[in-house]
C-alpha cells in the first residue's frame, strides 16, 4: 500500500513539470504523461478499489456500485443478489374489506407503465370467459394501457384488443392448414360489418397461439417505442407487479436481456443433446429489455436505404411451421441475433398457486409471477396482495405461503395434496394411521393416503379438491370400497410449524440467473 501511494506522488511531479521546454519539450512531455499515465493507471485503480472497500466495510450502501452477492444458504451453491426495494405503490397497503377495484387501483403506480414497463397480455378469443374476466379483474385491472394481443378483434374492458394474426404475411393465411378457420371468420365478420356477428367456425385457440409471438413483440414496440421493459404475459398468469417493478428497477434496460423461467428449446448443434437452448416459457410470463428490443429488430440496410432483410415475422416462417411452441422460436430466435436467456426461476414459476411446493428452495425468495393460476385465486390472491404490501420487502414465497396454508386445517377429505418430492409412505391400513406414520418420519411435511397408498412429501403443497377415483391399472387387485377410494390429504403441522418458526426470512434471496436452476 505504501510503495503504491509512493509512485502515485512520483507521477504528479513529473506532470508538474510539463509546462515549459518548447515544442519538442511539449511531444517528449506528451510521451511522458502517457507513459506515466500507464504507469499510475493501475495504481489509481487499485487505490480507489481499496478506498471503496474501506468506505464500504465501515459505512454500508456508502458507495452506489454492483450489488454484493451474498453466499447464503444451507446448501452453499447459491448466491442473491442484496437488493434494497421499496414500493411504488401508495399507499403501499390498505384495508381491503369494502374497497372496490377502483379504489384499489388508485394506489397502483401508473407513472411506471407510463415510461418503465410495457405490460403485455396475450390471450385467445376462445378462452373460457371465466379465464379472461379473472384476469381483467386482477392482474390487468389497474393498467391503463395494456397493449392485448389476440387471435380475432374484439373489445375488452375498454380496451381495443388487437388481432396479431393479421401482421403475419397474407399469402400465409391462405396456405396454412391452421388459419383456414380463421380466415373465414374474418371473412365473414367484414362482409357482415359487425364485429360482435356471431361466428360460426371456431378457432383452435392452441393451433393458432404460436404465431403470436414474433408480431406480438414487434408490434409491441411499433406501438410503444422506446419503453424500458416489454413484459409479457397469458390470460392464466398471475403477476405481482409490486415485485417486478422493484426486480426490474436493479436491471439495466439498455443491455439486450431476455429474461423468464427457463425450458430446455431447440439444439445448436443436432448431435450433440449437450448444445441445447433455453427459452423463457411463455405461461409465466417473460421480459425483454429495450436494449434487446433493439438488436432483435434491427434490419440490415442497402446502399439506397431500402432494407435488405425482411421483417421478423417474416423471417422464421418455416421454423413456426415445423415447431408447435411460439415461445420456443421466439427463444431461438433471439438466441440467433446473440441473446440467450437470463434464467430467473423460481421468481417467474410455471406451477400455479394452489401447487407451490413450498420448502427450502422457494422460501425466502420473492415471487414475480405463477402461471395457470385458477380464475378463483387470482382476484382473491390480488386483493390479498393489497392488504400485506410492505415499503421495503418484496412478497416472498414464505409470505405467499400463509395464502392458502395458515387456514386450511390439518386434513382436507377428498382433497389431493399429492405429488411433488413425494416418497413411499409406511405398511398402513388408514389415513389416521398414514398420518402417524408421516409424523414419525423426519423428512415428512404432509401425506395422501388413497386406494391404500400411503404416500409422504417432503414439500408444503396445497393441492386441490378431487372426486373419488380409482384408476384402471387398480382394477384388477381387489374390490376397492368407496372409502378407499376417495381422496385425504393432510399436514404435518407441528412439524410444518417449527420448520417455519426456524426460518424466517431476515435477508431477501433476489437470485441470480441461471440456466442450472430449473423449473
Ligand atoms: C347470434 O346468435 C344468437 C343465437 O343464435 C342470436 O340471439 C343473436 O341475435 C345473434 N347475433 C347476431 C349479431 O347475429
Ligand atoms: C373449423 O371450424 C369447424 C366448425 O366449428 C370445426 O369443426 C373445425 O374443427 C375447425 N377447424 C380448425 C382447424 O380449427
Ligand atoms: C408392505 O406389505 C407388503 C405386503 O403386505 C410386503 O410385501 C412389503 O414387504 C411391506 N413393506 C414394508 C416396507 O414393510
Redesign the pocket.
Known sequence: MKSRRFLASASCIEIYRCGSGGRKGFNSCIRRVITTAFAIFPALVILIHSITYVYRRKWGNFIIEEPALLEDDSHGHRQYYEWDTSSDFIPVSQDISETSTEELCRSFPHHLVRHMVQPVLKMGHTESPDKIEAQMESVSACIEDLLIFSDLEETLHGHQVIDILADMPAAYHFENEDFVNYTRIRHQRQQ?H?P???DTWTLDGWRLDKYKFLPMVERAWRMRPGKRWYFFYETDTYVVWDNVFRFLANLNHRLPLYIGSPSPGLLRDNEDPDSVTFFANGGPGFVLSRGAMKKLLHRQSGMDGEYKEAPLNRRWLELLRNDPCGDSVLGWVLHNVGIDLSGYWPLFNPHPLHSIPFGNDYWCQPVLTMHKTKSDDMGKLWRWEHSRRILDRPLLYEDLHGFHHLNRGFYLEDWDNCCWGDYQGSNVTSFVECGMACSEDEGCFQYRYHLGECTFMRFMRFGEARDPQIPSEFYDDHEWTYEESRFMSGWAQRRIDAWIEERKCRKVQWVRPSLERIF
Do not use: E, P, V
Open positions: 357482415a359487425d360482435r356477428s356471431n
